[in-house]
Structure formats: C-alpha cells, structure tokens
C-alpha cells in the first residue's frame, strides 16, 4: 500500500510540476548542445555507476557472473536505449560514486541515491523516479520493540548503516548513538544476522528482499523520501534525457510495471 501511495505521488508530482514548472524544469525547455550526449554516442556507451551491493536495486547476478541486476540496471537500460547505444554498469564503492561521477569515470550514477541539497551541490539530481521509506529492521529475535523516534535506539546496542547514506549521516547527527558503518549492504545485513549489529537502518527495499529468506521485523519507518538518478553539472542535455525517460515511463505504466516486478 505505500508502495502504491509513493508511486501515485510521483505521478501526481510529475504532473503538477510539469504544469508549473518546477518539478523537471530540464524538460520545458529544449536543449541547445549536446557534448556529453556527442561523447556517449561517440563511444556508443552510456557508462553507470553504481554499488552492486544493493538488492533489488542492484546486485550481481548469482552465481557470480559479472553482470549486476536490478531496478536501477533496468531505469539505466531504458536511458541507454533512448541514447541509442549500450548500457555499461560499472560498479563502485558507494562511497566514491559522487566522486567518481564528478571526475567523469561515468556519466551517470543509478545507485538508490537518495536526493539531498547537499548532493545537489556536487551532481545534478535527476527528477523522482521512485520514492522509499528508510527502515529500522531488526532479527525477529530481538527483544527490542516498535519505536517513535531514532532517538530511542540510544543505548539499544550498535546500529548498523551503510557508509556514507542519508541514514548514516542521519544517526551521526544523534548524541549517544552507537552506530557501526559497513560499506555495504550485504555486509550490514551479515552483521545483523550474526548479532555484530542490533538493528539496521536501510531503505525499506532492501528489508523485503532480505525478509523472503531470513526472520525479520520493521520496529521504525520513516515517511518516503525522494530517490534520484545523478550526473555531472553542465550537462542539461542528459539531464534532459533521463528526466524524459522517468517522465514516459510514468505515463505509459511501464515503471509501475517495473516497480511491480523488483518491489513485489
């Protein structure tokens, strides 16, 4: 149900914000070079960055194979596909993503980013392509109960994240907390099946992944929160793209169809 309520948000977002022009502004006004987008049909590559360590947003196949699979792998197919060339996933550490894409190791980042101001300073955020809900997740197990506030975890025992997210720099900001950050989240979800972590704040997604295989419960959740895709700034022409990509694939169903398929 609050999967389907964010998704009726965005498209109502879209909407009212394409008629105001506030919510993809890249979209009102055609651009007028295009050197990026020459350099990506040049190469006939569009290159992504992302942390493959993310399911279902994105993940390496498994067995292993190389390939990383996911929403996010889907969303940037689309975007490939509108460019003309071939989609190339390249995986990151989720700490270097910003830096790797203001440098111009990729073009793009598609990697479950929630949208900040502060991120807004490094990259251009793209337009909502699909909103979430951070999560306290817990073993079924534990002995803690349902929370109204972050606050409350205080004393509760290590509190994993993943290094560098919004929820990181979230439980950084609360004094007492102990808070153990892994770089990953198959490691953050390691730590909390074997006790090294009491709890674990992460996007609600990643809890329903993890929840089909392993005994879990959601004591806190937050409202839902905007997730971008990111490129360097002074490219409104990709810009352009990517929003016209999320704004179609809205409009013609296909992202509730894809939403469908990975969130379930």
């Known amino acids: 149900m609050k999967r389907e309520i964010a998704v009726v948000g965005i498209i109502a977002g879209i909407a009212i914000g394409f008629g105001l022009g506030w919510f993809i502004p890249p979209l009102l006004t055609e651009p007028s070079g295009k050197p990026l987008i020459d350099q990506i049909k040049s190469r006939g590559e569009l290159i992504v960055g992302t942390s493959a360590d993310y399911p279902p947003f994105e993940n390496f196949t498994w067995p292993y194979t190389g390939e990383i699979q996911g929403f996010d792998v889907n969303v940037s197919q ?20 910003i830096p790797a894409c203001r440098a111009g190791t990729v073009d793009m980042l598609a990697a479950a980013l929630t949208y ?7 990259l251009a955020p793209s337009s909502t392509y699909i909103s979430v809900s951070q999560v306290v997740m ?15 975890l205080v004393g509760a025992g290590a509190i994993g994240c993943q290094t560098g997210s919004v929820m990181h720099e979230e439980l950084l900001l609360i004094p007492g907390m102990t808070i153990t950050a892994l770089p990953s989240a198959i490691l953050l979800i390691a730590a909390l099946l074997s006790d090294s972590v009491e709890a674990a704040y992460v996007d609600e997604p990643i809890f329903t992944y993890y929840n089909k295989t392993e005994d879990l419960r959601i ?3 937050t409202g839902s929160e905007p997730l971008s895709l990111w490129t360097r700034n002074g490219e409104p022409e990709l810009l352009y793209v990517m929003n016209e990509v999320i704004l179609e694939a809205y409009q013609d169903g296909t992202m509730d169809d894809l939403i469908n398929e990975w969130f379930g």
């Open 116 to 122: 900040t101001e502060d991120r807004a300073k490094s």
């Open 78 to 97: 689309w975007i490939a596909d509108e460019l003309g060339v071939d989609l190339v996933m390249t995986h990151i550490d989720f700490t270097q993503l």
């Open 219 to 221: 004591i806190y959740s």
């Open 138 to 152: 817990v073993k079924d197990s534990s002995g803690l109960s349902t929370i109204t506030n972050l606050t409350d």
